[in-house]
């Protein structure tokens, strides 16, 4: 499955963003999807993940409550919803998807960039 992250941008400091991840190729019904973003200099890190039935997510506590993770699977697209923004969370947001909740992401997409400025 190919993916592809889209959405970002440039945002004040609690602001909102919404990031779509769109796949082709394969339904993105029959995967686990996430989220990840990377700062410069710093690790990958985990962000959220939602069901492939949209049923369940589960989120880093560094954005719990201010991060939603929903998905359209009539559209074959998984959404990141990013309310209350903070500087911090100025990263490249990934979408990955896998097949089983165990295992490892293994469809990872392209970037995109979210600042927020203070």
């Known amino acids: 499955v190919q993916l592809q992250a889209s959405g970002g941008g440039l945002v004040q400091a609690g602001g909102s963003l919404r990031l779509s991840c769109t796949a082709s190729?394969?339904?993105?019904?029959?995967?686990?999807t996430g989220w990840f973003r990377q700062a410069p200099g710093k690790e990958r890190e985990f962000v959220g993940r939602?069901?492939?039935?949209?049923?369940?997510?589960y989120y880093a506590d560094s954005v719990k409550g201010r991060f939603t993770i929903s998905r359209d699977n009539a559209k074959n697209t998984v959404y990141l919803q990013m309310d209350t923004l903070k500087p911090d969370d100025t990263a490249i947001y990934y979408c990955?998807?896998?097949?089983?909740?165990?295992?490892?992401?293994?469809?990872w997409g392209q970037g995109t960039q979210v600042t927020v400025s203070s």
């Open positions: 939602i069901s492939r039935d949209g049923a369940t997510t």
């Open positions: 990955a998807v896998k097949t089983i909740l165990t295992g490892a992401y293994n469809s």
């Open positions: 190729g394969r339904t993105l019904r029959s995967y686990y």
